[in-house]
């Protein structure tokens, strides 16, 4: 099968495989186009927690940048953790000259645990220097509360954060709402000229680790591919449905999804 896109990504690394860079390779892999990676940061961590976090140099994740997109030039750029100032300053820097339109940025503030993955400077920064630089962020309610010194309890709260953040720049905000204890979960798109709320079934299961990544990646590839933000969130958020219900149970804790739910495996490979 030939790829149909190039997706870069830029996000820290998940040892246990189900959130981060490896949950974006699997997914950006999963749905038919080709993944390269910039590192910002390595971790040590399982389904139960965060044991350690050790940064990368931002020289060195601009390296990563620079080096692999003059060779192969990426449709679309996924934006994971960024835990410094100096990190978003140098992803900035890196991206400018780059020419591509498709930017998504999925604002990691804490990991399923619990463990925070960034600092208060750097909140700062992300909001003042780089939410206005990108085409979609899609925070969830936690980092939207954060993001925008708001509370949400309500959709038409998801509504008013999301506004809140195209005023401060935003293009095109997309609020997760698993963190919400409704029946069933909503997902809210805002931009300048519409509101659409994507309305999914609420599975019962801990195993949702890193969905946050898998659809900040699905929706960067389908923009890859050249589909439209309110079908790619669309298709995204299915396909992250399908693999919260299709999840292996692995782990003792919040345990990963189902990247591979989307591929059928040739009888010839089983």
Avoid: W
């Amino acid at each position: 099968m030939k790829t149909k896109s190039k997706v870069l990504i830029i996000a820290g690394s998940d040892s246990s495989g189900g959130a981060g860079i490896q949950a974006d390779i699997k997914t950006v892999t999963a749905l038919g186009s080709y993944a390269m990676t910039a590192i910002t940061a390595v971790t040590a961590q399982n389904t139960t927690g965060v044991k350690s976090i050790v940064a990368i140099e931002p020289k060195e994740i601009s390296n990563q940048i620079i080096f692999s997109s003059r060779d192969i030039k990426p449709d679309a750029i996924k934006i994971g953790m960024l835990h410094s100032t100096k990190v978003i300053d140098a992803v900035i820097r890196s991206i400018k000259n780059m020419q591509v339109k498709k930017i998504v940025l999925d604002p990691v503030m804490v990991a399923k645990g619990g463990t925070k993955l960034i600092d208060e400077k750097a909140i700062k920064s992300l909001k003042s220097k780089l939410i206005n630089k990108v085409f979609l962020i899609t925070p969830n309610i936690p980092e939207a509360e954060i993001l925008t010194k708001t509370k949400i309890k309500t959709k038409e709260d998801m509504i008013f954060a999301a506004n809140k953040l195209i005023e401060s720049g935003a293009k095109n905000v997309l609020i997760k709402g698993g963190h919400l204890k409704h029946k069933f979960v909503h997902d809210i798109l805002v931009n300048k000229f519409e509101i659409k709320i994507f309305n999914s079934p609420r599975y019962k299961t801990k195993n949702t680790h890193g969905t946050g990544c898998t659809l900040s990646s699905a929706i960067t590839t389908f923009l890859s591919c050249g589909k439209p933000i309110k079908k790619s969130c669309e298709l995204g958020i299915k396909y992250v449905n399908s693999a919260i219900k299709t999840n292996p149970k692995y782990g003792k804790g919040h345990g990963p999804i189902n990247h591979i739910n989307s591929i059928s495996i040739n009888r010839k490979f089983r």
